[in-house]
Each structure stands twice: as structure tokens, then as C-alpha cells.
């Protein structure tokens, strides 16, 4: 059974939001419990990222959303081969002018080769990290990369429910990691 590790962003994901709806539906997931969403530390996080990871267990397929990317991947690098795959949704960028000043710590971090399939998704309209953005963390990550086209920041604003479309691309990412092992 595949347990999927969920990484939301700053404030977490409420229950309109499409990470939350898949927590519903997936057989078994894990989602990270900082000690605060709306004040995030880096060493918390990690250490919130590093129990959620024990508990999912190496194999685990993590779906991770704005500025949860970024910690993920400071994580992941800190902790190598601990995922099977990953789907970064939305990454926030923490250079951009909308990112939350609560979150500074979170800059300049997370920047590596990851070593594990992973998929990045940008939207074209992102207020919080253009698709530029984006796909230059895919190919820092090596990672692949696609638009969702203009979805803003790919959350519960944007109106996608379940967001299946989200849905089909984690399972192709996740075949493909198979396929590959």
C-alpha cells in the first residue's frame, strides 16, 4: 500500500483545498504538523517533515504545495533517497513580492539535485511564483516539468475541488517511478 506524505504550505491547506480532499480519498496518508502554520520556522518544519516521513516510511510518494516545495526539498536534501516521488505544486517563490515575510526563513534553501522522480506543476498566473519560477526549480531539482495552465496559485481560491486533473498527473508520476524501479 503507497502512503502519500502531504507538505502543505504556510497557513496549511483548508478543507476546500485539493490536498485535503486527496488526504480524503487516498488510501493512506500522512499529512506534516508543524508546531505553526502561520509562523513557520525552518527547523520546525524540517522536524515536523522528518516525523511525518518516519511514520510514511522511505517508499512514501509526497505531494507537496507552495512553500511546503521548498521545505520538502531542503529536507530531502538533508535526507537523501526518502521518498519514492514527488509532486511540487505551485512552489512560492521566497524572492518574489508577494511572499510572506513570517516565512524568510524559508529562502535560499532547498536548491539541489534531488535524485528521486519528481514532478513540478506551475500555473501562468501564480501570484506567488511564476511559471519561470517554477521551471527553473524543475531543472535545479531535476526534475520534469508542466503548466496547469492559469490556475493562480493552484489552492482552494482557484476553485478546483478534488482537482483530478492534479490527481492524474501524481498517478502518471508514480507509474513512471514504478516503471523506472
Not at 537523501?80 to 526563513?105: K, N
Amino acid at each position: 500500500m503507497t502512503t502519500h506524505l502531504i507538505v502543505p504550505g504556510i497557513y496549511d491547506s483548508g478543507p476546500r483545498h485539493w490536498q485535503t480532499h486527496w488526504e480524503r480519498q487516498l488510501e493512506r496518508a500522512v499529512r506534516i504538523a508543524p508546531s505553526s502554520w502561520d509562523e513557520p520556522r525552518l527547523v520546525d518544519w524540517i522536524a515536523a517533515i522528518d516525523r511525518a516521513s518516519a511514520e510514511a516510511g522511505p517508499e512514501a510518494v509526497v505531494v507537496a504545495h507552495s512553500m511546503g516545495c521548498i521545505a520538502f526539498a531542503e529536507w530531502l536534501l538533508r535526507n537523501p533517497g526518502r521518498a519514492s516521488a514527488v509532486l511540487f505544486v505551485a512552489p512560492a517563490d521566497p524572492e518574489g513580492d508577494r511572499y510572506p515575510e513570517a516565512a524568510h526563513e524559508f529562502a535560499g534553501i532547498g536548491a539541489g539535485e534531488l535524485g528521486v522522480p519528481a514532478l513540478v506543476v506551475g500555473s501562468e498566473n501564480d501570484p506567488f511564483g511564476t511559471r519561470e519560477f517554477s521551471a527553473a526549480l524543475a531543472r535545479t531539482w531535476g526534475a520534469a516539468f508542466v503548466s496547469a495552465g492559469a490556475l493562480g496559485h493552484i489552492n482552494a481560491d482557484s476553485g478546483l475541488g478534488a482537482w483530478p486533473e492534479g490527481r492524474d498527473l501524481l498517478d502518471g508520476l508514480v507509474a513512471g517511478a514504478r516503471a523506472a524501479a
